[in-house]
């Protein structure tokens, strides 16, 4: 019962216990998972994107614990806090800089595609209206946005200790040359943002002239928990930490369409097989075998299921949970949905070069259109009202922490 509630995304923060025996099972777990894996695991590129795959190290669906029993093992930052939940400490950003540069307006110039931002624009003045470009200045949307973490976590605060660990790193690169954090979260704009941090460090020098395979494995980038204690403590004390976040639905949808609606040869054996194993009543020997052909429902089952035959995985993991934003407070949240205005207000903070502006190329299947609104709604369209229910629940966090409105009216 307490892993039920454990896994419903909205008592995800409230007291899971555990005590020092249980990270040693789960430790075992995890070491024996991951060399078995490890062992079966015959596709080297997604596995080099997966780091260590997190569905062994999530396996049994033990997020929360396991975030929760790291800390007993690799304490890196012993400082005890005043209180749950910092302010946002003025020396990362002083806000008068904030606002001094405020007076600038977007970078629109600098944008490759305008056509684009007008129908981003359109789409927005009609969903969101706090989005609007000129309702308040970007960075007092910054502001709201940070306001809205810091009242969320501190609602929220169970006993999530403040001790920072490797884990909570490490998801974050480092760009030493302008003092920058970027937290990856997979399906929001990541790709793009690695490309722009490969031209900050130097390694390219244009974002155009990176291909998909470059940006995610050849990229020379350097992750936070890469570093030893100083390292990464003066780091995310005096750079600009930064998030870049998206609808969860969306996220989710664009996640599905891109790992299992075209050939993959690491989520379809990895995935897909033992989904369509649990989930798919006459299933044919071609479906188990391959692992293709995976619907959405069923996917859904997967993500739902309190006995998930495989772990979760960082495209479809929640954003809170990747970036642990309770735990470091970001300077700046970016939303895909006002993504080019945001990453390039964001590029002249930092002072990146004037003539680098957040690119437009889409990666993952090129024929397939991005992830809109309506198609998010079509997929959702398969679901009945209480497994959407569901599925807001698992993403809760990321919906309250990041504003984002409920997607469908009859939820609660
Ligand atoms: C917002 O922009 C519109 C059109 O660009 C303009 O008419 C309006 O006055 C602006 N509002 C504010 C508060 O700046
Ligand atoms: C953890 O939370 C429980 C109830 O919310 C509280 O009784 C307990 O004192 C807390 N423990 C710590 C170490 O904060
Ligand atoms: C960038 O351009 C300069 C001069 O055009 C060239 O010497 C250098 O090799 C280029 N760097 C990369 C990483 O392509
Ligand atoms: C930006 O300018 C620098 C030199 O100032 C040049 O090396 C680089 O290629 C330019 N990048 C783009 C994308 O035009
Ligand atoms: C599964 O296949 C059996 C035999 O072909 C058939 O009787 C049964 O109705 C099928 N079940 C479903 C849910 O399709
Ligand atoms: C929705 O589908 C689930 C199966 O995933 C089923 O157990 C449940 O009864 C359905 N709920 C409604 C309201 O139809
Ligand atoms: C959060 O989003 C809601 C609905 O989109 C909006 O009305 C509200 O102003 C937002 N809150 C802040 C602080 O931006």
């Known amino acids: 019962m307490l892993l039920v509630d454990i896994l419903r995304g909205r008592r995800r923060l409230r007291g899971s216990v555990c005590k020092p025996p249980c990270s040693f099972w789960f430790l075992l777990l995890f070491g024996v998972g991951g060399l078995v894996l490890f062992i079966h695991l015959q596709d080297l590129p997604d596995m080099v994107l997966q780091q260590a795959p997190a569905g062994v190290r999530f396996r049994g669906s033990t997020l929360s614990r396991q975030e929760q029993c790291a800390q007993f093992s690799d304490r890196v930052n012993q400082r005890s806090e005043e209180g749950d939940i910092d302010p946002i400490s003025p020396m990362q950003l002083p806000?008068?800089?904030?606002?001094?540069?405020?007076?600038?307006?977007?970078?629109?110039?600098?944008?490759?595609?305008?056509?684009?931002?007008?129908?981003?624009?359109?789409?927005?003045?009609?969903?969101?209206?706090?989005?609007?470009?000129?309702?308040?200045?970007?960075?007092?949307?910054?502001e709201s946005r940070r306001r809205i973490i810091r009242d969320v976590c501190g609602k929220y605060r169970s006993n999530i200790s403040r001790t920072i660990t490797p884990h909570h790193v490490s998801r974050i690169y480092v760009e030493d040359r302008h003092k920058l954090l970027y937290c990856e979260v997979p399906k929001a704009g990541c790709s793009n943002w690695k490309r722009i941090l490969m031209v900050l460090a130097g390694v390219a020098n244009s974002t155009r002239e990176i291909?998909?395979?470059?940006?995610?494995?050849?990229?020379?980038?350097?992750?936070?928990?890469?570093?030893?204690?100083?390292?990464?403590?003066?780091?995310?004390?005096?750079?600009?930490?930064?998030l870049f976040v998206r609808e969860p639905m969306e996220r989710l949808v664009s996640a599905f369409r891109d790992k299992f609606e075209s050939p993959n040869s690491y989520y379809h054996p990895v995935f897909g097989k033992p989904i369509i194993s649990k989930y798919r009543v006459?299933?044919?020997?071609?479906?188990?075998?391959?692992?293709?052909?995976?619907?959405?429902?069923?996917?859904?089952?997967?993500?739902?299921?309190?006995?998930r035959p495989v772990g979760m995985d960082i495209h479809w993991e929640a954003a809170n949970q990747l970036c642990s934003p309770c735990h470091l407070h970001y300077d700046f949240i970016g939303k895909v949905e006002t993504l080019e205005e945001d990453a390039n207000f964001l590029l002249r903070k930092i002072g990146a070069p004037e003539n680098l502006s957040y690119p437009s190329f889409k990666d993952g299947n090129p024929k397939a259109a991005r992830t809109s609104t309506q198609i998010t709604q079509h997929y959702f369209s398969q679901l009945n009202a209480s497994e959407r229910q569901r599925a807001y629940d698992f993403y809760y966090m990321d919906y309250l922490m990041f504003n984002y409105s409920k997607p469908y009216k009859d939820l609660y």
């Open 211 to 242: 291909n998909h395979v470059a940006v995610h494995y050849d990229n020379h980038l350097k992750r936070l928990d890469s570093f030893d204690h100083q390292g990464i403590t003066s780091r995310l004390e005096t750079y600009t930490k930064v």
């Open 282 to 307: 006459n299933a044919s020997q071609t479906a188990l075998k391959t692992g293709s052909g995976v619907t959405f429902r069923e996917f859904m089952h997967y993500l739902l299921d309190v006995h």
């Open 95 to 142: 806000d008068s800089q904030w606002e001094r540069d405020s007076a600038t307006p977007g970078s629109r110039e600098h944008d490759p595609s305008p056509q684009q931002v007008t129908k981003r624009h359109r789409k927005l003045l009609k969903t969101s209206p706090v989005l609007r470009p000129n309702s308040s200045s970007p960075s007092r949307v910054q």
